[in-house]
């Protein structure tokens, strides 16, 4: 028995020791993402104050640039959830997957890319997931802390 909880107990510290790296390396891109950004915006200005032609292409790089930034925003919330709840909750992995959706609609949209097919088929996977995130909330276990591997 003591072997077991031993067991559970490194595996709980392991897991909870890759989750912590995960968030470290999400911080460092989410801070480069943040710097890109920046930089981005830096070389589209003198464009957009009259300065050398048009940076159409800079801007719509800037866009998709911006929603990443978001989707790897809700990406570092699932991890920071799962050291919190040591689990992944049907709700957050579905608000990433509708944040990401909705970049590619955006990008598709704002790059004229998307055919009348792909914008129906992003739009029903979009309500599927929005049914699904609801659903997730309707239907949720209680608010308690769930104890996960390794904990007591």
């Known amino acids: 028995m003591d072997l077991k909880r031993s067991t559970l107990s490194a595996y709980g510290w392991l897991l909870d020791l890759l989750v912590i790296g995960l968030i470290l390396v999400m911080l ?3 801070a480069l993402s943040f710097i890109r950004l920046v930089q981005d915006l830096w070389l ?3 464009g957009a104050l009259g300065g050398e032609g048009s940076n159409e292409k800079g801007l719509h790089q800037l866009v998709i640039n911006v929603l990443g930034v978001f989707v790897l925003i809700e990406l570092f ?4 959830d799962y050291i919190e709840f040591h689990r992944i909750r049907l709700h957050v ?3 990433v997957s509708i944040v990401f959706i909705l970049r590619e609609l955006l990008i598709g949209l704002y790059g004229h890319t ?3 097919m ?3 088929s992003l739009a029903a996977l979009l309500l599927v997931l929005v049914g699904m995130r609801t659903l997730a909330i309707r ?3 209680p608010k308690e802390r769930v ?3 390794g904990t007591d």
């Open 28 to 30: 460092v891109t989410l």
């Open 44 to 46: 589209i200005v003198p």
């Open 77 to 80: 919330r699932t991890f920071t």
């Open 93 to 95: 992995l579905a608000d």
């Open 114 to 116: 998307l055919q009348w």
């Open 118 to 120: 792909d914008i129906l």
């Open 139 to 141: 239907v949720s276990p």
């Open 147 to 149: 104890k996960g591997p």
